[in-house]
């Protein structure tokens, strides 16, 4: 479903990404983890292209992108595979001044240019499928983080991306309300739904996740199943890394 491959990301003299290439399979869980400042979230906006690679390729479910510095990118090609991607950000960014269930219509209205009862009835539904459907008509202020979170994952879902990237979705909240949304991201992952997460929830990615990737300093140092990476990791840079998480 994913296939990146030679990623370079570079700001200025300072390269963030250094040659990464991964693959996921439709269906299964990546979680990336390691040392802050490693290129995580820069690894997933290079993904939905919020920023755009200095080299390499992206392609998502089939539609594939390349990557040469200083070449122009055409914005329509960035859209299509953009549009293949929903986002869950450690803050939520939630619309404040706007309902709920207008979180999860409005990118469907506007961008996509839904009819709004058709969107209200896939926002419902999603709701649904969250836990959170008696809190359509509330403002996201009354809601707790965990709450506020599981709407931003209905919200990412709503224009039935291919692949849901998160970027350390249970961060921002304590222990319990974190539970809740592993919960749900538990259950789209038995559902069938291609995710890649950036993490440091061990809980999180053990209970999901396919295959993690240790990302260190721009590159892929260690991959292999959540049990291989936290339980024996092979380079003593990770063993260190692992034993600040538990
Ligand atoms: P992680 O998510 O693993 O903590 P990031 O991808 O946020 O890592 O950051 C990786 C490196 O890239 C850091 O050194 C960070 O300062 C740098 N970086 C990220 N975004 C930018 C940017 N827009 N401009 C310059 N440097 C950036
Ligand atoms: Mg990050």
């Given at each position: 479903m994913i296939e990146l491959k030679n990623i370079v990301k570079r700001f200025g003299d300072l390269t963030v990404l250094n040659d990464v290439s991964l693959s996921v399979a439709e269906g299964a869980v990546m979680a990336l983890v390691g040392p802050?400042?490693?290129?995580k979230s820069t690894l997933l906006r290079c993904i939905n292209l919020l920023e755009i690679p200095t080299s390499g390729s992206v392609e998502i479910a089939g539609d594939k992108l390349e990557f040469h510095p200083g070449a122009r990118m055409s914005g329509k090609q960035v859209q299509l595979l953009r549009r293949h991607t929903g986002m869950v950000f450690q803050n939520f960014q939630l619309f404040p001044h706007r309902t709920v269930i207008e979180n999860i219509t409005e990118g469907l209205t506007t961008?996509?240019?839904?009819?709004k009862e058709r969107a209200r009835e896939r926002a419902m539904a999603l709701l649904e499928k969250v836990g959170l459907a008696h809190k359509a008509?509330?403002?996201?202020?009354?809601?707790s983080g965990g709450q506020q979170q599981r709407v931003a994952i209905a919200r990412a879902l709503a224009p039935s991306p291919k692949v849901l990237l998160c970027d350390e979705?249970?961060?921002?909240?304590d222990p319990e309300l974190s539970g809740e949304v592993v919960d749900v991201l538990a259950q789209l992952a038995r559902e069938g739904t291609t995710m890649v997460m950036a993490t440091h929830d061990l809980r999180l990615a053990s209970k999901i996740a396919n295959e993690v990737i240790v990302l260190d300093g721009g590159v892929i140092v260690e991959t292999g199943t959540s049990r291989d990476i936290f339980t024996q990791p092979k380079r003593e840079r990770t063993k260190r890394f692992i034993a600040t998480l538990i």
């Open positions: 802050s400042g490693g290129g961008v996509l240019k839904w009819p008509e509330v403002w996201p202020s009354t809601l979705p249970t961060s921002a909240l």
